[in-house]
């Protein structure tokens, strides 16, 4: 069975600020299709959750298994694996603390239930690496936190103008063709941060230092490869 594939991302002005979110949905049938939004005063999770409903809702009535791909550590660690305990706990954190934005968790876990088990894959994606959709749900999604217009593609996946969403190794799955880029490469930097639990990334050491300043028992790191995310991730006891 073809497989529907989403790529989302989501940007914030400050942390909170105005925010906007974005995906793109490549179809079965042989279509791609870009949703963007936005909020006056958000966060940074949010937004990401925000696009990843967006998709998800999009494709209620397509039937098949979904693929969702976020660089959204957050939205990844939520489904795969703090979910449940959240839920069994009455939406209460270990810490016996509210779980923030249970709104949109309560949403996100709907739509993906409904799906029935397995209908919904989750996979992490490094963001700012040089992958075509995730690189254009960024600009989208930074495009509407800053009110700018954007042109939203709707159309055949073949013509999709801003790089490739063909389907490359797995020919059912319409992954779209990774560009080339040397093994090992640092990419630009970035920084994570963890605090209450809740681990964000940032594109700048501002938006991580407006998240950090102040508060105790907080942990941030600045980053530039994915191995380096991967080791810090493992010495937070995240991975």
């Given at each position: 069975?073809?497989?529907?594939?989403?790529?989302?991302?989501?940007a914030?002005?400050?942390?909170?600020?105005?925010?906007?979110?974005?995906?793109?949905?490549?179809?079965?049938?042989?279509?791609?299709?870009?949703?963007?939004?936005?909020?006056?005063?958000?966060?940074?999770?949010?937004?990401e959750?925000?696009?990843?409903?967006?998709?998800?809702?999009?494709?209620?009535?397509?039937p098949g298994?979904?693929?969702?791909?976020?660089?959204?550590?957050?939205?990844?660690?939520?489904?795969?694996?703090w979910?449940?305990?959240?839920?069994?706990?009455?939406?209460?954190?270990?810490?016996?603390?509210?779980?923030?934005?249970?709104?949109?968790?309560?949403?996100?876990?709907?739509?993906?239930r409904?799906?029935?088990?397995?209908?919904?894959?989750?996979?992490?994606?490094?963001?700012?690496?040089?992958?075509?959709?995730?690189?254009?749900?960024?600009?989208?999604?930074?495009a509407?936190?800053?009110?700018?217009?954007?042109?939203?593609?709707?159309?055949e996946?073949?013509?999709?103008p801003?790089?490739?969403?063909?389907?490359?190794?797995?020919?059912?799955?319409?992954?779209?063709?990774?560009?080339?880029?040397?093994?090992?490469?640092?990419?630009?930097?970035?920084?994570?941060?963890l605090?209450?639990?809740?681990?964000?990334?940032?594109?700048?050491?501002?938006?991580?230092e407006?998240?950090?300043?102040?508060?105790?028992?907080?942990?941030?790191?600045?980053i530039?490869?994915?191995?380096?995310?991967?080791?810090?991730?493992?010495?937070?006891?995240?991975?």
């Amino acid at each position: 069975m073809a497989v529907i594939v989403i790529f989302s991302d989501g940007a914030c002005s400050g942390n909170p600020g105005p925010g906007g979110w974005a995906c793109v949905i490549a179809l079965p049938e042989g279509r791609a299709m870009e949703l963007a939004g936005r909020a006056d005063a958000t966060t940074n999770n949010r937004m990401e959750m925000s696009a990843v409903i967006a998709a998800l809702s999009a494709v209620r009535r397509v039937p098949g298994p979904v693929v969702v791909n976020t660089d959204s550590t957050y939205v990844i660690g939520g489904m795969t694996k703090w979910l449940s305990a959240w839920k069994r706990r009455g939406w209460l954190t270990a810490s016996n603390e509210a779980v923030k934005n249970e709104d949109l968790w309560r949403t996100l876990d709907a739509l993906s239930r409904e799906r029935g088990e397995g209908g919904v894959q989750w996979r992490w994606i490094r963001g700012h690496d040089g992958h075509d959709a995730n690189e254009r749900c960024d600009e989208l999604a930074v495009a509407m936190t800053h009110r700018r217009p954007v042109s939203l593609y709707d159309g055949e996946l073949r013509s999709y103008p801003y790089g490739s969403l063909l389907p490359g190794e797995a020919a059912e799955s319409n992954v779209p063709v990774r560009r080339a880029r040397g093994r090992g490469e640092a990419g630009p930097a970035s920084y994570l941060s963890l605090a209450d639990g809740s681990l964000e990334r940032h594109a700048t050491w501002k938006e991580c230092e407006s998240r950090v300043k102040g508060r105790a028992g907080v942990k941030f790191k600045k980053i530039r490869s994915p191995s380096e995310e991967r080791a810090v991730l493992k010495s937070w006891g995240l991975e």
